[in-house]
């Protein structure tokens, strides 16, 4: 009994010593959108509100809106002089300058071989992530040339969120989390543990697992936990060690304490 009693006693302890990230509140403020989609230190804000993608500086606030295309499905901005537009219902993806003028505009329909990307992401150069649901693998696309620079081997897992630099891309599915370098090639090949969205800075990933948030630095297996205050996480985004989170009201930025 007594030998159970340790070990209960060191495991509940283990647990309880397991380490996490603090994370101090530098700033609120109002923001009543349809989506929060990034920021960053030079008080850029990018959102989308009723359909209409807009870039607001301290200086002017610029609007895009596409109404043939229907709904914009997702918005990169990882590359702020080549901005993504993926209107999915329409299979179309529209690439903006840093005014907001349409530079490129890549229709899937009319492109062979046909391709039916779910997610997309920003590569280097001309290049876009797109996962293709008609052959389950995760492809690097030059659309300037139409061509296929890369492509991985077929991915069995339902594909939940994706995000980028010009070097690496991650894939979180049900099963796993991939990265996989410029050329296609996997390089991790982490067992998902319930996350659900995924963002990424200097090849640090932030997930949401429900209503908590959790760090896996660049190199590690090992998710850390962040302490927040109870709050609703609409959206997230990481940038350097500041956290944003969107609660549909208000947007909350965090500096992270990291390890």
């Known amino acids: 009994m007594k030998f159970i009693s340790y070990v209960f006693l060191f495991t509940t302890l283990y647990l309880h010593s397991q380490p996490s990230i603090q994370a101090s509140l530098k700033k609120s403020e109002q923001l009543k959108v349809s989506s929060f989609i990034d920021a960053d ?3 850029t804000t990018y959102y989308i509100n009723r359909n209409e993608f807009s870039k607001q500086t301290t200086e002017q606030t610029l609007h895009y809106t596409n109404l043939q295309l229907g709904t914009i499905h997702t918005v990169n901005t990882f590359n702020p002089l080549r901005l993504n537009l993926f209107y999915q219902n329409f299979n179309t993806i529209i690439i ?33 992530w797109l996962f293709n ?3 389950q693998q995760l492809e690097l696309f030059d659309y300037k040339t139409n061509t296929l620079r890369a492509s991985t081997t077929p991915i069995n897992s339902e594909v939940l969120d994706i995000t980028s630099n010009y070097n690496w891309c991650w894939l979180l599915t049900k099963a796993y989390i991939y990265q996989f370098n410029y050329v296609g090639s996997l390089i991790q090949k982490i067992k998902n543990e319930g996350f659900t969205k995924l963002d990424e800075s200097n090849e640090n990933l932030v997930l949401q697992k429900k209503d908590e948030l959790f760090y896996l630095k660049k190199g590690t297996t090992h998710f850390v936990k962040i302490e927040l205050p109870d709050l609703l996480i609409k959206q997230f985004l990481l940038t350097n ?8 009201k208000t947007l909350n930025q965090f500096h992270l304490k990291t390890l």
Do not use: V
């Open 41 to 43: 230190a030079l008080e």
């Open 96 to 128: 903006l300058d840093n005014r907001l003028a349409e530079i490129f505009k890549i229709d899937f329909n009319t492109i062979a071989p046909y391709r039916n990307p779910s997610h997309i992401s920003t590569g280097y150069d001309t290049t876009l």
């Open 133 to 135: 649901d008609n052959t």
């Open 241 to 248: 060690e500041t956290l944003y989170i969107y609660d549909l």
